[in-house]
């Protein structure tokens, strides 16, 4: 058997199973990705803390659905993260600051 005759059977063999039943048309799922200047949204009910521990005192209870700015991580040495948001004026009050557990 020639040489370019089983090249030419093993490429038919092998290309055809690159492309799918349409045709060879690739196009890649479109990806929408978080802009940022568009505020992230608490998941649900969170307390919002002074400081990045567990122990430290709550400033108060986040709803679901509040926006948030974050500001900073923060990792501890037992690898549990931290974020640092900012939430929207409420009451009059300037905007807020505090600790979530990430």
Aim: net charge positive; charged share 20%.
């Amino acid at each position: 058997m020639d040489w370019r005759l089983a090249w030419v059977l093993g490429m038919a063999l092998i290309a055809p199973a690159a492309l799918p039943a349409g045709g060879g048309e690739r196009r890649s799922p479109e990806l929408r990705r978080r802009q940022s200047q568009e505020p992230l949204l608490a998941a649900g009910s969170l307390l919002l803390r002074c400081a990045p521990q567990h122990s430290a005192p709550a400033l108060t209870r986040l709803q679901a659905n509040v926006p948030l700015r974050l500001l900073r991580t923060w990792w501890e040495p037992d690898g549990d993260r931290w974020l640092q948001v900012q939430i929207p004026a409420s009451g009059g009050a300037g905007p807020r600051r505090g600790w979530l557990p990430g």
